[in-house]
């Protein structure tokens, strides 16, 4: 074969993996409208309005003859997709593992979730239950989804360009809910003049994310192949997947020790993001209006913030950013912790704190487990680290509200959290990243 073959077929590989990566990006532009503007903003006031219509004299429904108060229905409708998730998770990972079928396996998810999420246009009255059952199976079809999407980084980036195509990915998910959050709030701020009822306005916008995940998952599903699997193994059962793939990461300790220490900052990351709408109501005194601005705010810096950790990873390695992020979080808490009440311009300047290392620090954090995963084990081993992102993160929760029930101060609960990443940061400082990527069978690239 000659010189000259050789070169085409070396630039035909490149530019192969340029047309996947430029689709990867897209199943993070396509279902991160459902995580923006469905849980984040809408959903969670509203399906509690729809239960506490629904609910008796005392504030109960009664979901299969289980008196639950209608402001908790929310919560539990997100902890039992959890508990779905973890379920299936493994079961997917395996299979996808095992078969070499990721990209039918990422469509069914997609669509199953795509699907539900616009199912909720029909959410209205007192319909509680069905919008608990759409939560549940939109939520636990978006892990999976996002499981799958994960495993294919190693598959289309060498080991040299991950941080930057991870960031990427993150970037183009951040952008897109940005764009969709303020389009769903011109919408919802003016519904009288497109001749819509305020519950209407918001069952459009919970379902033009359902339809915007459905329609750009296309691209990925387009550009995105297989590949041959090197196994072929009847799957287990969801929990005796999930401990076998836990079996398996105890011969790679130091992959195990990473997976630690990402759970823990990572508790600490989702529960800022989830407790500072409550932080600016309840102790800052902020409006709704204020904290939907400081969504769209984050949302739009951590686009920034995504590219921008990108690029210093590749000067000073994935590691170190990442452990600069954590340090970066911890300042930012501790400004908040002072933050004056009925100042809406500091909490903006809080969230944009949390806008900027937010992208960078999760997009620097799959990239680098990446290098971590032993060939052939992708979407099992990325089925654990998604129950990690998502399926284990009540700890912090779990703190913010002891340390509020004991204190009375959100201050006091906010603070609180600073102990994740200290932890965090001293368990991935820990981590000797370049033995662990040779440990694990894969080559080590020159700045991680």
């Not at 246009?121 to 919008?131: M, T, V």
């Not at 799958?148 to 183009?172: C, H, K, M, T």
């Not at 105890?250 to 020790?257: D, F, I, K, V």
């Not at 912090?396 to 932890?423: E, K």
Request: hydrophobic share 50%.
């Amino acid at each position: 074969m000659g010189t000259d073959t050789l070169r085409k077929d070396a630039a035909d590989d490149t530019a192969g993996l340029r047309r996947e990566q430029r689709g990867w990006y897209f199943y993070d532009w396509a279902c991160s409208v459902y995580s923006t503007s469905v849980v984040t903003v809408f959903l969670g006031p509203y399906l509690t309005a729809v239960a506490e219509r629904a609910a008796d004299a005392d504030g109960y429904v009664h979901p299969l003859g289980v008196p639950v108060r209608a402001g908790s229905f929310f919560a539990y409708s997100v902890s039992l997709s959890v508990i779905l998730a973890v379920v299936v998770m493994p079961v997917v990972g395996g299979v996808a593992d095992r078969t070499g079928r990721k990209k039918p396996l990422l469509a069914a998810a997609a669509y199953i979730g795509a699907a539900a999420t616009t199912g909720m246009f029909f959410l209205d009255g007192d319909r509680y239950l069905l919008g608990g059952a759409l939560l549940v199976v939109a939520n636990a079809a978006q892990s999976v989804g996002m499981m799958l999407y994960n495993s294919y980084l190693p598959q289309i980036a060498p080991p040299e360009e991950r941080d930057a195509v991870s960031s990427r990915g993150w970037a183009f998910g951040y952008a897109a809910g940005s764009t969709v959050l303020v389009a769903n709030l011109v919408l919802y701020s003016a519904h009288d003049s497109f001749g819509l009822t305020e519950t209407a306005a918001v069952r459009v916008c919970l379902a033009s994310a359902g339809l915007w995940w459905g329609a750009f998952t296309l691209v990925p599903l387009r550009r995105l192949r297989d590949r041959h699997a090197r196994v072929e193994r009847a799957p287990a059962a969801g929990l005796r997947q999930l401990a076998a793939t836990v079996r398996d990461m105890r011969r790679h300790p130091l992959t195990l020790a990473f997976l630690l220490a990402y759970l823990i900052y990572n508790d600490g990351i989702q529960t800022v993001i989830t407790q500072a709408s409550v932080y600016g109501s309840q102790e800052l005194g902020l409006g709704q209006s204020t904290l939907i601005m400081a969504v769209l705010l984050v949302q739009v810096l951590a686009v920034a913030g995504a590219l921008a950790m990108g690029r210093l990873a590749r000067t000073y390695g994935a590691q170190r950013t990442i452990l600069g992020s954590l340090v970066a979080w911890t300042l930012t808490l501790a400004a908040g912790y002072f933050l004056p009440a009925n100042a809406p311009v500091f909490f903006f300047v809080l969230a944009a704190g949390i806008g900027l290392v937010l992208g960078g620090s999760q997009a620097l954090s799959r990239s680098l487990f990446s290098h971590l995963v032993p060939p052939g084990k992708e979407a099992e081993y990325f089925s654990a680290y998604e129950l990690s992102d998502r399926g284990m993160s009540w700890l912090g929760p779990l703190l913010f509200g002891m340390t509020y029930q004991l204190t009375g101060s959100y201050r006091s609960a906010i603070i609180s959290l600073v102990a994740f990443f200290v932890i965090g940061f001293v368990l991935l400082a820990r981590v000797p990243v370049r033995r662990a990527i040779g440990e694990a069978g894969n080559p080590v690239p020159g700045k991680i």
